[in-house]
C-alpha cells in the first residue's frame, strides 16, 4: 500500500522548466535519471536564490534523489499539487532560501532526538531548521557540555514548546545518550524517534522522507552508500574509515544493509519496545552497527534512503580511535557472541 501522509504542506516552490535549467539540473554531461520520468510529478525552475528547485510527491521526489538530485533542492508539494506549490513560490521570498510554507506533518507522534556535546555554534539553527521542515517535538539530550550548550538548550526551551531538555551529569558517549532519548519519548508515548547529530551532516531537509518512509517500515536509515547518497567534505582517512567499518560490519552481519553505521535514522517505537535496550553494549559509532544487529533480528523492515553526508563546519569531532576500536570487538560479537 503506498503510504499516505496525513496532514502535508503546499510548501514547496516550483516555476517553469527552461533548457537552460533543465541542463542546471541535470548537471553538465551527467543526467540525473528520472528527471523525465512523469511531468505531472515535477517541474524544475531556477529561482533567483539560484537554485533549481524539483516539485514531486515523496515518490517522485526518492526517484530524483536516487538519479543524482540534491534532497535540499527538492520540494515536496502536497499531494503532488503542482498549482499549489507555484503559488507558494509567488507569494514566498523568491530570494529567501527554499523552505516549506509549513513543516511536514504526520499522524504519529514524532521525537527527534538530538544529543549534543560542544555545539554551541550548531545547537539553535539546527533546532529552527528541523521545526521549519518537520511538524515534531525535539529532546536535546546534553552531556554537560562545558561550552555551554545545555544552557542554551534550556533557552530554546522556554522560548519553543516543541523543545525539551535532558541534562546528562558527564559525558558518557553518543550511544548513551540515544538510549537515554528513547526511553524518554517511549515513557512519553512518541510513535517515531529520529536520530539526527547536532552538526548539519545529517541535513534537516531530509527528515520528512524518513518520517514519510517511516510509514512502512520499522527502521528508516538515512544512507551515505546506496544509489543518490554520498559524504562531501571528508579526507580520504574519514572516507576509508567510513567505508571500512561497513565492509567490515557487512562482512560479520550480512550485505543486506550497506550503512550499518549511520546515524541519522527514524525508530518505530514498536520495534525499539521488542529490543532490549538495556542490553545495548557499545556506546560509540558501533551502537548504530548493533542496532542495526537488533532491529534485523527483531524482524524489523529496514530501508535505505539515500542521503549526502556533509561534513561538520563548526566544532569539532568527537571521532576517536577508541570509538574505531570499540567496533572492532563489539562487532564480530554480536554475530557469534550473545
Ligand atoms: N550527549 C552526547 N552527545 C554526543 C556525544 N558525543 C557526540 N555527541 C553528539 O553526537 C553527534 C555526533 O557527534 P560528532 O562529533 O559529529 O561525531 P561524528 O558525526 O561521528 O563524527 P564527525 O563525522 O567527525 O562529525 C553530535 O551532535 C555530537 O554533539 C556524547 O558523548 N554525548
Ligand atoms: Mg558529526
Known amino acids: 500500500m503506498e503510504p499516505t501522509e496525513t496532514r502535508t504542506t503546499d510548501g514547496a516552490n516550483a516555476g517553469v522548466t527552461t533548457p537552460a535549467s533543465r541542463e542546471r539540473a541535470q ?18 525552475a531556477t529561482t533567483p536564490a539560484g537554485r533549481v ?12 534523489i536516487a538519479g543524482g538530485a540534491d534532497s535540499r533542492d527538492v520540494l515536496i508539494a502536497r499531494g ?13 521570498n523568491p530570494t529567501g532560501p527554499l523552505e516549506p510554507a509549513t513543516p511536514h506533518a504526520f499522524e504519529p507522534r514524532l521525537l527527534v532526538c538530538l544529543p549534543t ?3 554551541l555554534e550548531n545547537l539553535e539553527s539546527m533546532v529552527r531548521a528541523i521545526l521549519t521542515w518537520l511538524d515534531c517535538d525535539i529532546l536535546v539530550v546534553d552531556d554537560d557540555s562545558p561550552d555551554g550548550t545545555g544552557a542554551l538548550a534550556d533557552r530554546l526551551a522556554e522560548e519553543l514548546p ?42 534537516p531537509w531530509d527528515l520528512p522522507r524518513l518520517a514519510y518512509a517511516g510509514v512502512d517500515n520499522e527502521l528508516v536509515i538515512g544512507s551515505r552508500y546506496v544509489e543518490g547518497g ?4 571528508w579526507v580520504m ?14 562482512l560479520f552481519l550480512g550485505f543486506d544493509v550497506q550503512d550499518y553505521t549511520a546515524g541519522f535514522r527514524c525508530y518505530d517505537a514498536r520495534l525499539l519496545s521488542r529490543i532490549d535496550l538495556n542490553g545495548i553494549a557499545a556506546s560509540g559509532y558501533s551502537f548504530q552497527v548493533e542496532m542495526t544487529w537488533r532491529s534485523k533480528r527483531a524482524k ?4 535505505e534512503l539515500p542521503i549526502r553526508f556533509v561534513d561538520r563546519e563548526h566544532g569539532v569531532s568527537k571521532m576517536t580511535g577508541s570509538i574505531a576500536r570499540e567496533a572492532l570487538a563489539v562487532i564480530p560479537s554480536l554475530r557469534f557472541g550473545r
Request: aromatic residues 10%; charged residues 25%.
Open 27 to 44: 548537471g553538465a554531461g551527467a543526467p540525473a535519471r528520472g528527471f523525465d520520468d512523469d511531468a505531472s510529478l515535477h517541474r524544475t
Open 53 to 64: 528547485v524539483h516539485v514531486a510527491s515523496f515518490a517522485a521526489a526518492e526517484r530524483l
Open 80 to 92: 503532488g499539487d503542482l498549482d499549489a506549490a507555484q503559488r507558494h513560490l509567488v507569494a514566498s
Open 117 to 119: 556535546y560542544n555545539e
Open 162 to 203: 516543541a523543545v525539551h531538555v535532558l541534562h546528562k551529569k558527564e559525558k558518557a558517549g553518543l550511544g548513551h545518550a540515544y538510549l537515554a532519548a528513547f526511553a524518554w519519548g517511549m515513557e512519553r508515548g512518541y510513535e517515531r524517534l529520529f536520530q539526527i547529530d547536532c552538526d548539519f551532516s545529517h541535513a
Open 230 to 233: 554520498g559524504t562531501e567534505g
Open 237 to 250: 582517512r574519514r572516507r576509508m574509515l567510513s567505508k571500512g567499518g561497513n565492509l567490515y560490519a557487512k
Open 300 to 303: 524489523a523492515s529496514v530501508k
